[in-house]
């Protein structure tokens, strides 16, 4: 049976996480880290998908996207993630399947919780003890973010502004600054699984219009401290 093509909202942002096969450490080497956000550059100009957030583990991947159609998002890890795995098995030289079956999109609001989504992926390795600080990860978006990385950016600046309703790069350099540090000094790092689980994050009312527009079968809203998130079936998954 084929699968289910995702419903892409127009526009829309989505949290992507996509974990290796069996959860191994497949990217633990950094040749595959670096082939991963050199190929995340091109897919983005490839295919017209606009890079607000990444980070590239040692077993899985966060992006943080939108795109102009919402197809092109398909269209843009079908070719990166393919490429992906095809590099590792020449490398390897072996077969078999490098990611653990589909990646998980979920749906995010703009604003607000587009914002804290962006500090949980930032602090995703600070999280796992790896590191103490995001800027000592270098595989993700911290450089772009931070304004240290100039050339060859990933990331849209003009679109990671729009979604988050900020007016420049100043303003949210400052304000993502201060985010991060606020949240290592009272170690604001627990594990909020609902970013990578749940079909959409965002105020209740909305969640509520999306279940009903995308038709979901079953969804539960889960109403939390300052967020509330869509647990259900039938829609873009």
């Not at 998908?49 to 966060?62: G, K, P, Q």
Request: glycine share 10%; aromatic share 12%.
């Amino acid at each position: 049976m084929p699968r289910k093509k995702r419903g892409w909202e127009p526009g829309a942002c989505y949290h992507i996480t996509h974990r290796c096969n069996g959860q191994e450490f497949l990217f633990r080497f950094q040749k595959y880290r670096n082939f991963y956000v050199l190929h995340l550059f091109k897919a983005s100009r490839r295919y017209g998908m606009d890079v607000l957030d990444y980070i590239v583990t040692c077993n899985h991947v966060h992006l943080l996207v939108t795109a102009r159609k919402g197809a092109e998002i398909s269209e843009a890890l079908r070719y990166l993630h393919g490429a992906v795995g095809q590099f590792h098995n020449l490398q390897r030289k072996k077969s078999g399947a490098f990611w653990n079956d589909r990646y998980h999109a979920t749906r995010i609001q703009d604003g607000g919780h587009l914002s804290r989504c962006l500090l949980y992926i930032d602090l995703n390795m600070v999280r796992a003890g790896v590191v103490s600080h995001p800027s000592e990860w270098t595989h993700s978006a911290w450089n772009e973010l931070s304004g240290t990385r100039e050339r060859c950016r990933i990331v849209n600046q003009g679109r990671l502004l729009e979604c988050l309703r900020m007016g420049n790069m100043d303003q949210f350099t400052q304000w993502h600054r201060q985010a991060i540090e606020r949240k290592l000094r009272v170690a604001d790092l627990r594990r909020e699984a609902f970013w990578s689980l749940a079909a959409a994050v965002g105020e209740a009312g909305w969640l509520g219009q999306l279940a009903k527009k995308r038709r979901l079968k079953r969804h539960e809203i889960v109403e939390g401290e300052g967020f509330s998130y869509l647990r259900g079936t039938g829609g873009w998954e």
